[in-house]
């Protein structure tokens, strides 16, 4: 995790200077972590240990990346400029993204996988809940939507974190290890930055002080049934929000974008 | 414009005349099933000189939704009714209560267990809870058993039937 030395409250993004480029920005936040998490969970396609858990991650997968159209067409209406939500996903760099630095953590094992999974799920979750009652009625419709495929995706890696957890020696310590170091990156997504109080204070955005602690109440939850050390709960590594990124999503970008890049414009 | 439908040219089409053409237009998926049939075609109507249809999303990554926007374009012009527009909506977002009886009668037959009502997965607290347990369609045993939550498209489960041993897919209540 590279901080480049700055402190983690600077912003490499362009500040929004209107209500409708704070709402952009906003879209964009909600958008990226789904893209980039999209892109993670892809990364297994063929190579999951099982069939149908290549089918389950996969299908997640196409739930975020779906999701994430949604909200990119969205941008791309409310910026007026001609572009496309293609435009969006593949020509930004990667301190223009505003995902939170869990969703780009490599996949490593299948247990890295699960937990950043489970992570995401509780948060975006409650997340969406809240979104459903959002005064910007196209993020209401778009969080009503994915509300039903995330009760899907939170099953799915809760109950996997309870077997492997509560499985054998192995399982236990391979998903031990997972949540141990991705613990630091859990944090971030209820913690406001700018856009975030912004968006509250106008009746759009999401309470996050209000979702805190039912987070952490629900991830110790599922981590005690699992039979999991639940590890102490701050500091937290922050800065994707603010487009300050780990190593990893250039990597990650450099994958999803090059066809866009090298062929710009590009269609099938 | 004619009170009782659109008019392009000579032509007067009424919009139950599009509602019927539509019915020939199939899911790329599950091709035994119209669009009519999944209950995604939300609206018909008229838009300038031509004609509107309102469609929505079975689930958000649905990679079908621009096939099925071109096949709808291109039945209707075929038809003789142009232009076409296809709009997208979200919300209220889709649910296979909007199945209708027909379709779920032609899921069965083709190998694919239809939605059993009232067993979509609110309660994400009932973790390791008891899945639906739809009749096999291949031999119509009751015993069968999930084996996940995500089959081969968005919108099915991957179950077996303990009785025939069959794999088969199950269309999800959603």
Redesign the interface.
């Known amino acids: 995790m590279q901080h480049s030395g700055k402190s983690p409250d600077t912003c490499y993004l362009i500040p929004a200077t209107n209500m409708n480029q704070s709402l952009i920005n906003y879209t964009l936040q909600i958008a990226d972590n789904n893209l980039i998490l999209g892109q993670r969970l892809s990364e297994w396609c063929g190579h999951a240990p099982e069939l ?1 858990i290549d ?2 991650l996969t ?2 997968a ?6 994430s ?2 909200l990119y067409q969205y941008a791309a209406e409310l910026e007026g400029k001609g572009r496309s939500e293609d435009d969006i996903a593949y020509l930004r760099d990667s301190s223009r993204y505003r995902n939170v630095l869990l969703v780009e953590q490599p996949n490593e094992d299948f247990a890295y996988t699960i937990a950043r999974q489970f992570f995401f799920d509780v948060y975006n ?1 409650l997340f969406y809940q809240e979104l459903t009652k959002s005064k910007d009625e196209r993020l ?3 969080a ?3 509300l ?2 995330i ?2 995706h ?3 890696s ?2 996997w974190m ?1 077997r492997l957890g509560d499985g054998t020696k192995l399982s236990h310590e391979k998903i031990q290890t997972a949540v141990d170091d991705l613990w630091d990156f859990i944090g971030e997504m209820t913690l406001l930055n700018d856009t975030d109080r912004e968006m509250l204070s106008n009746g759009i955005g999401v309470d996050l002080n209000k979702i805190r602690p039912l987070y952490f109440q629900k991830v110790k939850e599922i981590l005690a049934e699992a039979t999991l050390n639940i590890p102490v709960e701050e500091p937290f590594q922050k800065g994707g929000k603010n487009g300050i990124h780990s190593e990893f999503l250039g990597h990650l970008l450099a994958e999803m974008q090059w066809m866009q890049r090298a062929y710009p414009g590009a269609e099938w | 414009m004619d009170a009782a439908g659109l008019s392009w040219g000579r032509m007067v089409v009424t919009t139950d005349k599009i509602w019927q053409l539509l019915e020939s237009v199939s899911d790329p998926e599950i091709p035994v099933l119209t669009v009519l049939d999944m209950g995604i075609v939300r609206e018909v109507k008229s838009f300038g000189d031509g004609v509107e249809v309102v469609i929505t ?1 079975t ?5 079908a939704m621009k096939s099925i926007e071109f096949s709808i374009i291109a039945e209707l012009e075929a038809n003789g009714i142009h232009p076409v527009k296809v709009t997208t909506v ?5 649910t296979t209560d909007w199945m209708s009886e027909e379709g779920r009668k032609k899921l069965k037959v083709y190998g694919i267990a239809p939605p059993i009502p009232g067993t ?3 309660r ?1 607290e ?3 809870s008891e899945a639906p347990q739809p009749e096999c369609p291949h031999c119509g045993a009751k015993n069968t058993k999930l ?6 498209t ?1 919108c099915k489960a ?1 179950y077996q039937c303990q009785d025939c041993k069959e794999p088969f897919d199950y269309f999800k209540c ?1």
């Open positions: 149908e089918i389950a299908n997640i196409l739930d975020l990346i779906g999701q159209r949604n979750h209401a419709e778009i009503e939507k994915s039903k495929e009760n899907y939170i099953r799915f809760s109950e309870i | 999303p689930y958000s990554g649905c990679p979200l919300s209220p977002s889709w979509n997965a609110k994400i009932a973790l390791f084996v996940s939550q995500f089959g081969s968005a991957l959603h």
